[in-house]
């Protein structure tokens, strides 16, 4: 308080000297509980948060649903808004129930729950585990950095002739973009480059790569094998590991890159980020936009860096794949125009046996297209800059399980079926990229 009577000024100067030292010490002691609390990350909570699907009527309906996602008015949106009756899923915080309600009634916009409560589907995504296992690495659950990375060096080191760890770039945390070259041995092979864990919360996606990995190196079937060893392999699971560790240790639901963005929001989204066709449509520069393009083409280091990997095997590649989640769908280039390429054909008819290989041992149903005609329109792609700048013939995207009953918090469970499936459709792909 600042007013002080005449009779009680001595004691209250005395007063007010103890009270600043109290409040000194008060602000010492918040500062070191503040320090202490900064050191170890506390994780963001999603409790009671639910994931809407909401399916758009028509084409104006569509326009709404960006632009509210543009807003970044507390809603996240899971997907975004595409087409005339093709859902949308959005992520709405408690407190924002009753807006997200009104909303829908008021725009009468047909929508259903999803996820009733996003952090029951967080608890419940990995295996309870009675011990800390010392058996290493596997695909029963979902692995840290760290582990993924020893494991890739294990494998060099059991099959020192065939593997060979690789540095694909880094970080702006200044973490290296770690992968394997796999090679049977020969010269003049064409490459198969297979990329993970582009966007952070898609942890789906590095173990899939991991799995396949595996299957490239370990598995005995004759076919398999000399398919394989016909092509020389790239493997990289995690190619945005600041955004990967952040949503293991703090933030399950981050995507993007863990750079600078303005005062009030972090990170790029690396998948807008290439230097081809860079900003020119269906990317945001807003950094608080969760596809924000960054301040330029190839801005942030972990593009730079992985593009500058890649560029001199650029035109070795004959197969690009790249793993995403959710939706299920198989996707090629262009993103950034609606104008199908001169070979748009032949990356269908490749598209076409990938979705059928995946179907075969568990039916699971893919779709198959242009980035523009299945999605909307995207500029800045890693897939639109291999296809624009080296002409690689079959570059993909899949966007693997599910189709939003988990979404993105698929349980470990799925991770070998998933593995599985997502094999069969890379051997159809490989046996195709054999006639190309
Ligand atoms: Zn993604």
């Known amino acids: 308080m600042w007013f ?239 955004g990967y560790e952040y949503s293991q240790t703090t933030d399950r639901n981050w995507r993007k890159t863990r750079g600078p963005g303005n005062i009030f929001c972090t990170g790029t989204d690396p998948n807008r980020n290439y230097g081809y066709q860079w900003s020119t449509i269906g990317a945001s520069d807003n950094p608080c936009s969760e596809t924000y393009h960054g301040s330029g083409p190839f801005s942030e280091v972990e593009t730079k860096s992985f593009s500058d990997f890649i560029t001199p095997l650029g035109n070795d590649i004959v197969l690009y794949l790249s793993l995403h989640s959710y939706s299920q769908v198989i996707l090629f280039p262009m993103g950034y125009t609606d104008q199908h390429l001169p070979d748009y054909d032949n990356m269908l008819a490749a598209g076409q046996k990938a979705k059928e290989a995946m179907a075969t041992r568990y039916g699971t149903a893919y779709d198959v297209g242009n980035i523009v005609d299945v999605l909307y329109p995207a500029s800045g792609s890693n897939l639109d800059w291999v296809k624009g700048v080296f002409n690689t013939p079959l570059p993909y995207v899949f966007e693997l399980r599910d189709t939003g009953r988990y979404g993105f918090i698929l349980p470990a469970d799925q991770i070998i079926p998933s593995g599985e499936e997502t094999f069969d459709a890379l051997l159809a792909l490989t046996k195709y990229a054999q006639t190309q």
């Open 4 to 242: 002080i009577s005449d009779s009680s000024r001595d004691s209250s100067v005395a007063d007010i000297t103890c009270r600043t030292m109290a409040a000194r010490h008060l602000l010492f002691v918040a500062l070191v509980v503040l320090v202490a609390h900064s050191s170890e990350a506390v994780k963001a909570r999603y409790d009671n948060y639910k994931v809407y699907r909401v399916i758009p009527a028509n084409k104006e309906q569509v326009k709404l649903l960006q632009e509210i996602e543009e807003s970044n008015n507390g809603f996240s949106f899971w997907t975004s808004a595409t087409q005339k009756g093709k859902p949308t899923d959005i992520m709405v915080p408690p407190h924002k129930l009753p807006e997200a309600e009104n909303m829908f009634n008021v725009f009468n916009l047909e929508h259903s729950i999803m996820v009733e409560n996003v952090q029951r589907l967080i608890d419940e995504e990995r295996p309870i585990k009675k011990f800390r296992s010392g058996a290493g690495f596997g695909w029963d659950d979902y692995y840290r950095l760290d582990d993924i990375y020893d494991w890739l060096d294990s494998l060099a080191a059991q099959y020192p002739d065939k593997i060979t760890t690789v540095i694909g770039g880094q970080s702006y945390e200044n973490r290296q973009i770690k992968g394997v070259k796999y090679s049977a041995g020969g010269t003049g092979k064409k490459i198969i480059f297979v990329d993970g864990g582009m966007h952070a919360r898609e942890w789906i996606s590095p173990a899939v790569n991991t799995y396949m990995l595996n299957q490239i190196v370990t598995s005995q079937d004759p076919d398999v094998r000399a398919l394989v060893d016909s092509f020389d392999w790239y493997f990289f699971p995690v190619i945005n590991p600041d």
